[in-house]
């Protein structure tokens, strides 16, 4: 993750435009908009956001906690070693982003929305991401939901071949059969799945 911070700022406010890269952000409230590309060295820790339009940005080691951004705009993301936790990002939109050795951990996530993202080894730590959309994802290397809550989630046209969601949590969801294969799940995981497709085991 990021290098010790150049200066922590805390209990501030600024405006967006004036985010610095290296900078540690405590507490800190930014108000306008800004029209940023990318963020790098990043440490956004309980601070508050006016912006929700973050459609379009790039995070490198950006370490984000504590803020509350449910109903945002990460169309077309991307995200490089970032960390994000205990966040209120429920009903978010990550809609065709692209994630890459990142993690969720705590978060409230119900409804986000992750359709046709890219997926390259990624972690969902004790997350809430029921009824969220992972329609038509594409994984490379591995992904965990430990912990996380995915009762009726959406996982249609996904191949979910390094899926694991053997220490997670759900009663229903929504996936493809024919794409099923290589999916990894618990015992009582595969009986759910089993009376889904209607399956009868006498």
Known sequence: MMNEPIETVKNKTLKLSQVEDGFYYDHCQFNSYSDATNYSDIVFDHCNFEQTDFSNISFGNVEWHHSQLAGSNFYKSNWYNCKISSMQLSGADFNNSYFKNSSFNECKMPSVNFTESRFEKIGFLNCDLSGGFFQALQLKKDISFAGSNLTETNFSETKLKGFDFKD???????????????LVVNQYQAAILIGMFGIIVE
């Open 168 to 182: 997670s949590q759900f009663e229903t969801m929504i996936i493809s059969p024919e794409l099923a294969r290589g």
